[in-house]
């Protein structure tokens, strides 16, 4: 891919997001190139109207506010403040895979603070909750889900968001299922994989207005 065609596929995962509820007026995407500069789209863009010229280029030192020696293979950061996985975490309670997809980000951890990741040590903090997983809820503030690319980090901020919004609302007629451990180790088998990731993106992206 060229750096416009890039650029241009990190555009469409932030409208998609914003299409989709889960990014609103703040809330990023990031993606790291082989040569260590970080693509993000400007604070102060539309992201129902982004364009190739909201995205910049950073440098890793910028970079280290959103995650401080970042894993080597995670190259996407997908930063959002979504409703329904966030309601969860106002209420305390835990995120539980009850539908397939869901359990590609289970078990997820949470950042115990509502702070911004504006400061090392809440980077530190985030980082250190994050550990190896793909995916972390921060407490009464949002989600970050990461990736080997783009499409990743998008589809598993969606399949999480997407679980929280049916947990949220099973609960509210009754008790959840759960899956169990041998179910969530069948959904991970079947389920991570590349062309049902990028079939979920081209989904979202086949709606993008
Ligand atoms: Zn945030």
Redesign the pocket.
Known sequence: MSLVEVKQQLVDCIRMLEQSDIVDY?GHCSLRLDDGHILINIGSCQRSRLTVDDICTIDIEANQIEGRDMRAEVKAIV?A?PKWSTFLTMAGQRYEPVYAQGSLVHPIPLLDSPN?INNRAMADRLAATLGSRPAALMKS??AVTVGKDIVEAFVLANYLEENAYRQYMALQIGEPYVFTEEEIELCREKLWNENLFKRTWDHFHAKLR
């Open positions: 703040n930063h403040h911004s503030h949002g």
